[in-house]
């Protein structure tokens, strides 16, 4: 597949060469907004935590494990570990157990079992929340 975005060098001609200074200025600003995402603060977590800013669609689970009435939803991922995930969605969760769905580079879905954690209100509408992996869900 032919990408239609072509990269752009810094030293593309359409690029008017910045200053030292300004340049200074942009990378610093850059990673004020950068530490704020990714803190370099001691992580309390024993596992590593990989980026995961795709799409992830949730189904509900009853209490006993077995599918719920209520329709499956998508969410934003934001990390994923060998333990649990992060993710932001836009309505509050009334289920805390789910299965969690994730599409596969070359095709197809991994389903994980997954018990909702912790859940807060970040702004603008958007809601944070984090759950344990508790198994692999075979589709």
């Not at 060098?9 to 030292?20: D, E, N």
């Not at 994923?80 to 969690?100: K, V």
């Not at 197809?108 to 344990?132: K, M, N, P, Q, T």
Request: glycine content about 8%; charged content about 20%.
């Amino acid at each position: 597949m032919t990408s239609l975005v072509q990269p752009v060098s810094p030293q593309s001609p359409s690029l008017p060469a910045q200053p030292p200074q300004q340049e200074s200025d942009v990378r610093s600003q850059v990673w004020r907004v950068l530490a704020g995402i990714y803190p370099l603060e001691q992580e309390r977590r024993h596992r590593a935590r990989f980026p995961y800013p795709r799409l992830m669609r949730l189904i509900p689970l009853n209490e006993d494990g077995s599918r719920s009435d209520a329709p499956p939803f998508t969410v934003v991922g934001k990390h994923l570990s060998e333990e649990g995930l992060g993710f932001y969605h836009a309505i509050p969760l009334p289920h805390r157990q789910m299965l969690a769905q994730f599409e596969l580079p070359g095709g197809g879905v991994v389903s994980f079992h997954v018990v909702l954690r912790w859940c807060r209100f970040i702004r603008d509408g958007w809601y944070e929340s984090g759950a344990r992996l508790v198994k692999w869900a075979p589709t």
